[in-house]
Each structure stands twice: as structure tokens, then as C-alpha cells.
């Protein structure tokens, strides 16, 4: 989807419903413990507010861009608790402000960005995937939120693009894995939640992923094991692409 503004509408409509979540929560339930590494729901979106602020520095070419940040960071860790370590000296109704001001301020940011322009997260990328790279991990972090919360999930058609972010991201999740693409070709077809296909790939191609979308994104983010899931892995490549599986950097 090249479709900047309407991509930008989606990744809106995520951090809403994700700030609708957390807005009226008390004070001991921003301290909840969440499933992900250790952090609680403060940790969570003060992690969400930062990163907001990284990519609009990112994308203006600003001090905080991230890869000058991790230029100058000891780990990847650092880089990634940075805002953490913020939220930690804020109450949690002000982590809540702080990133309802950044994600308005990200999305005005992105809506004003070429589509064609290049932005250097990570490897780089196209206006069009560094939206969606953010819409994914506020998916992502929301599940964790959500959980801690006690509050269901409920998937929404948006997955399509995660599912496209995951799929298209296989060359990267590869080489973090120390390996060579395969050359064989992958075919993905899912199911999103409203019941309409998502497909990827030659609809000859022997090695398959099929099966919810859902299923198939939480994989890629790393909040399902493969085999806690209905995906269906037919062929080696498949095999080895749902083990290395990978849409974050």
C-alpha cells in the first residue's frame, strides 16, 4: 500500500484505541507487569513516546535519529531502554500526555514526508514501510499492554499491513539469523479478521504459510511460538522463515 495518508489514518486509529486503553487506568495498573521484557504498562508507552520522538528526528535528520543514537550507545539495549528510563521519573497519566503528544506530532510528521523519500531507520526504508514499521510496533506493544491489562485484543484488517511489513522483512529477519535468503519461493495466504484474504508470494510455489492473520503477525512480532499457533508450514523455506521470524530491527 503506497498510499501515505491512508496509512497514516491506520497507524491514528491504532494509537487511539491503544491511548483510549490506558487513559482512564489508576496508578498502581500503569505499574502492571506486562509480558515483554520485563516492563510494566508505564514502561511500555514511555518506550512508544520515545520512539515517536526518534522517528521524527530520524526522518528530519535530527540529533535523536536512531541510528546516530546507536552510534553512540554502548548496545542496542540502551537504545531501546532509553525511553524507558524516562517514563521511570514521570507518573503515568504523564507518560500517557507524553505520547499523545508525540504520536500527533509523528503523524503530522509522516503526512508530510514524499512518499518516495528514503528514511534511514535501520537500513532504510520507503515513506509507505517506516509508517508501517510504526504501525506494527504499536500493534505489538499494545497486545503487551492489553494483556497486563486484562483487556482483549481485538484484531482489526489493519494486520494486512503488519503481514506485509513481516513478509516483506524476511531478507532482514534472515540476516540477523547469520543466514542466506533461501532463493525457493514463498507463498503466504491468510485469513484477515473480517474474513478477506491476504496473499503473498507465486500461487505455484510449494513452500507455503497459511492460516490467521493474527496468528501469522504475532509470530513475526514474537509474542506466539510457531507451534502455539493453526499456521500451516508446508516445505523447508517455510519452515525456516516461521523459525527466523522477524518484523522489528
Given at each position: 500500500m503506497t498510499d501515505v495518508a491512508a496509512?497514516?489514518?491506520?497507524?491514528?486509529?491504532?494509537?487511539?484505541?491503544?491511548?483510549?486503553?490506558?487513559?482512564?487506568?489508576?496508578?498502581?495498573?500503569?505499574?502492571?507487569?506486562?509480558p515483554a521484557w520485563g516492563w510494566d504498562v508505564r514502561d511500555t508507552i514511555a518506550h512508544l513516546a520515545d520512539t515517536d520522538e526518534m522517528a521524527i528526528d530520524t526522518a528530519r535528520g535530527g540529533p535523536y535519529a536512531i541510528n546516530d543514537v546507536a552510534a553512540r550507545a554502548a548496545s542496542g539495549a540502551d537504545v531501546t531502554y532509553h525511553g524507558v528510563r524516562r517514563g521511570r521519573r514521570l507518573t503515568g497519566r504523564d507518560v500517557a500526555a507524553w505520547w499523545v503528544d508525540t504520536s500527533a506530532a509523528e503523524r503530522s510528521m509522516l503526512l508530510a514526508l514524499p512518499a518516495d523519500a528514503r528514511v534511514p531507520w535501520g537500513i532504510g526504508m520507503r515513506t509507505p514501510s517506516f509508517v508501517t514499521a510504526?504501525?506494527?510496533?504499536?500493534?505489538?506493544h499494545g497486545l503487551d499492554v492489553r494483556a497486563a491489562l486484562g483487556v482483549r485484543a481485538v484484531d482489526?484488517?489493519?494486520?494486512?499491513?503488519v503481514a506485509w511489513l513481516a513478509t516483506r522483512a524476511l531478507p532482514y529477519a534472515y540476516s540477523v539469523a547469520g543466514m542466506q535468503p533461501s532463493e525457493a519461493p514463498l507463498r503466504v495466504e491468510l485469513t484477515l479478521p473480517s474474513g478477506a484474504p491476504w496473499t503473498f508470494g507465486?500461487?505455484?510455489?510449494?513452500?507455503?504459510?497459511?492460516?490467521?492473520?493474527?496468528?501469522?503477525?504475532?509470530?513475526?512480532?514474537?509474542?506466539?511460538?510457531?507451534?502455539?499457533?493453526?499456521?500451516?508450514?508446508?516445505?523447508?523455506?517455510?519452515?525456516?522463515?516461521?523459525?527466523?521470524?522477524?518484523?522489528?530491527?
Amino acid at each position: 500500500m503506497t498510499d501515505v495518508a491512508a496509512l497514516v489514518g491506520d497507524l491514528e486509529a491504532e494509537q487511539l484505541e491503544l491511548q483510549a486503553v490506558v487513559a482512564a487506568i489508576d496508578a498502581d495498573a500503569w505499574l502492571t507487569a506486562t509480558p515483554a521484557w520485563g516492563w510494566d504498562v508505564r514502561d511500555t508507552i514511555a518506550h512508544l513516546a520515545d520512539t515517536d520522538e526518534m522517528a521524527i528526528d530520524t526522518a528530519r535528520g535530527g540529533p535523536y535519529a536512531i541510528n546516530d543514537v546507536a552510534a553512540r550507545a554502548a548496545s542496542g539495549a540502551d537504545v531501546t531502554y532509553h525511553g524507558v528510563r524516562r517514563g521511570r521519573r514521570l507518573t503515568g497519566r504523564d507518560v500517557a500526555a507524553w505520547w499523545v503528544d508525540t504520536s500527533a506530532a509523528e503523524r503530522s510528521m509522516l503526512l508530510a514526508l514524499p512518499a518516495d523519500a528514503r528514511v534511514p531507520w535501520g537500513i532504510g526504508m520507503r515513506t509507505p514501510s517506516f509508517v508501517t514499521a510504526r504501525l506494527m510496533e504499536t500493534w505489538a506493544h499494545g497486545l503487551d499492554v492489553r494483556a497486563a491489562l486484562g483487556v482483549r485484543a481485538v484484531d482489526t484488517d489493519r494486520l494486512a499491513h503488519v503481514a506485509w511489513l513481516a513478509t516483506r522483512a524476511l531478507p532482514y529477519a534472515y540476516s540477523v539469523a547469520g543466514m542466506q535468503p533461501s532463493e525457493a519461493p514463498l507463498r503466504v495466504e491468510l485469513t484477515l479478521p473480517s474474513g478477506a484474504p491476504w496473499t503473498f508470494g507465486p500461487e505455484t510455489a510449494a513452500d507455503r504459510i497459511t492460516g490467521s492473520a493474527g496468528d501469522y503477525c504475532r509470530v513475526f512480532v514474537h509474542r506466539l511460538r510457531p507451534a502455539d499457533t493453526n499456521l500451516v508450514i508446508e516445505g523447508a523455506t517455510a519452515r525456516t522463515a516461521i523459525a527466523i521470524a522477524r518484523a522489528f530491527l
